[in-house]
């Protein structure tokens, strides 16, 4: 299983987050262990807390880190909960955060998790396969109303009241119950020449795994926490993969690094007026040619890097 991940952006992520042997860091979204093994190969005199939901992640992450090392913990967990599980074991500050947000190579490839439209499977993509709310809820039970709106929210796709006009057409008949049952719904609602340029689902299923999964919601909420739990020279690095997340997270850093307006543009600006956080990337890093060819589902990833300073 770990063969078939390839980590996104891996040197340049490592090389962002500074390790020393003694670093503590958090990896947010553990996956099947990609950064994290090599995060611990250079921190053997430190720690690193990994969350994930997905239990067969960290299964496969569990044997994989044993191999390395024993200074890690893994927490079953969404990445918003965690300060909150931090400080039940005593960790108040933190030398690094990475967050490598999206859907880890093994989720799109195991068919049975619905996440991929190429592949035939019951309508699922639960990242945390123990929670209701699945795909199949989505399609069948939300209005047209909140279809359409999702699908514009987080696929950002025009057609999106055609699509779900059409799903409420189909399910007055019978239930959608599978991936690829729901890709020729969408096909029959976007006209030929889209279908041509780009596969027609890619943005619907996108928009279907980010409401599922409260991806949006719980990002920025996870990002205060981040920070709050930073050292001075502590760095957050995030790992993106799509529009939506990256604007959210290009837009908080910024917001986080600015100058106070009352003092922007003068000489000598005091310390305490002085952000708390400077940017490391001005402009996102993206891979290089070399790894698309090696990965090409890396290609639309970007990393953004901020760091603590005081």
């Known amino acids: 299983m770990t063969e078939k991940h390839i980590s996104v952006l891996l040197d340049e992520t490592i090389s962002s987050l500074n390790l020393n042997e003694n670093s503590v860091i958090v990896d947010a979204t553990l996956g099947y262990g990609g950064h994290s093994s090599n995060i611990l190969?250079?921190?053997?005199?430190?720690?690193?807390?990994?969350?994930?939901?997905?239990?067969?992640?960290?299964?496969?992450?569990?044997?994989?880190?044993?191999?390395?090392?024993?200074?890690?913990?893994?927490?079953?967990?969404?990445?918003?909960?965690?300060?909150?599980?931090?400080?039940?074991?005593?960790?108040?500050?933190?030398?690094?955060?990475?967050?490598?947000?999206?859907?880890s190579s093994p989720q799109l490839d195991e068919t049975e998790r619905g996440f991929s439209y190429r592949k035939d499977a019951k309508l699922d993509m639960r990242m945390d396969q123990t929670q209701k709310l699945s795909a199949y809820d989505v399609v069948n039970k939300y209005s047209k109303e909140d279809l359409t709106r999702i699908f514009l929210k987080y696929g950002e796709d025009k057609f999106s009241n055609n699509i779900a006009k059409k799903i409420v057409e189909y399910r007055e008949q019978k239930p959608i119950e599978t991936t690829l049952e729901l890709v020729e719904i969408i096909k029959s609602a976007v006209p030929m020449k889209f279908r041509i340029e780009k596969h027609p689902a890619r943005q619907i299923f996108q928009a279907i795994r980010i409401e599922v999964n409260h991806e949006l919601d719980v990002l920025e909420p996870a990002l205060d926490q981040a920070l709050e739990l930073l050292k001075p020279g502590g760095r957050v690095c995030v790992i993106t993969f799509h529009s939506l997340e990256d604007r959210i997270v290009k837009n908080y850093f910024k917001e986080k690094c600015a100058i106070d307006e009352k003092v922007k543009g003068m000489p000598n600006i005091p310390k305490e007026y002085l952000p708390d956080f400077k940017l490391i990337t001005n402009k996102a890093i993206a891979p290089t040619e070399e790894e698309l060819e090696r990965n090409p589902r890396a290609r639309s990833s970007k990393l953004r890097v901020m760091e603590r300073i005081k």
């Open 41 to 103: 190969e250079r921190i053997n005199m430190g720690y690193l807390f990994a969350f994930d939901q997905d239990s067969e992640a960290i299964r496969h992450s569990t044997d994989r880190l044993s191999k390395i090392g024993a200074n890690f913990t893994i927490i079953k967990s969404n990445f918003v909960h965690m300060k909150e599980e931090l400080e039940k074991r005593g960790v108040t500050q933190v030398d690094g955060v990475l967050f490598d947000l999206g859907v």
